[in-house]
T-cell receptor, first 115, second 115 residues
Framework: GDSVTQMEGPVTLSEEAFLTINCTYT??????LFWYVQYPGEGLQLLLK?????DKGSNKGFEATYRKETTSFHLEKGSVQVSDSAVYFC??????????????FGKGTKLSVIP | DTGVSQNPRHKITKRGQNVTFRCDPI?????LYWYRQTLGQGPEFLTY????????KSRLLSDRFSAERPKGSFSTLEIQRTEQGDSAMYLC?????????????FGPGTRLTVL
């Protein structure tokens, strides 16, 4: 079945540091890929997405590129801020045919940014 | 924009009792999903509806779990004879399926504690 493996945390960075959170996936179809973020005390929010190979999703300074050859969708940000402290989830859904489009999530990576 | 709402936000119950959670999706969304999230894990898919039809329920955790969406609007998730292992966050999400676009919007979740 489909699965997502992401870098284990927690990750602690100083403000303005470069962020990479690794994510790889296994899927039988042609998945869409997502990064969701969960800020403390809040619900899951979609951060960015990519629906086909070589697409780059971007939002709020975060980027991730859909790499079919390496089955990866790593999240990057050039300069993190304290307000980026949250738990980040990589996820996929099968976007072909009449499927359920259910999301399969990784375990999440907790990011803490210190001033 | 009212977003996805879930009630109650917190539920504490004793083992063996039945509990019911409600989800109100974004009004024009025809798909509704239920997920469960345990501590330190990503959300795990349980079931989904397209309008009032429950199209996937094999991932419900046991026959103690059931879900309904009687008029294609709000949905309920019921757990009968709760067990301590049912303690988790129960998340609802909705989406408006248009082609390959499956952006799911999540509610804040219902946190269940079984004593």
């Amino acid at each position: 079945g489909d699965s997502v493996t992401q870098m284990e945390g927690p990750v602690t960075l100083s403000e303005e540091a470069f962020l990479t959170i690794n994510c790889t996936y296994t899927a039988t179809g042609y998945p869409s890929l997502f990064w969701y973020v969960q800020y403390p005390g809040e619900g899951l929010q979609l951060l960015l997405k990519a629906t086909k190979a070589d697409d780059k999703g971007s939002n709020k300074g975060f980027e991730a590129t859909y790499r079919k050859e390496t089955t990866s969708f790593h999240l990057e940000k050039g300069s993190v801020q304290v307000s980026d402290s949250a738990v980040y989830f990589c996820a996929l859904s099968d976007s072909r045919g009449a499927g359920s489009y259910q999301l399969t999530f990784g375990k999440g990576t907790k990011l803490s940014v210190i001033p | 924009d009212t977003g996805v709402s879930q009630n109650p936000r917190h539920k504490i119950t004793k083992r063996g009792q039945n509990v019911t959670f409600r989800c109100d999706p974004i009004s024009e969304h025809n798909r509704l999903y239920w997920y469960r999230q345990t501590l330190g894990q990503g959300p795990e898919f349980l079931t989904y509806f397209q309008n009032e039809a429950q199209l996937e329920k094999s991932r419900l955790l046991s026959d103690r779990f059931s879900a309904e969406r009687p008029k294609g609007s709000f949905s309920t998730l019921e757990i009968q004879r709760t067990e301590q292992g049912d303690s988790a966050m129960y998340l609802c999400a909705s989406s408006k399926l248009m082609g390959d676009n499956n952006e799911q919007f999540f509610g804040p979740g219902t946190r269940l504690t079984v004593l």
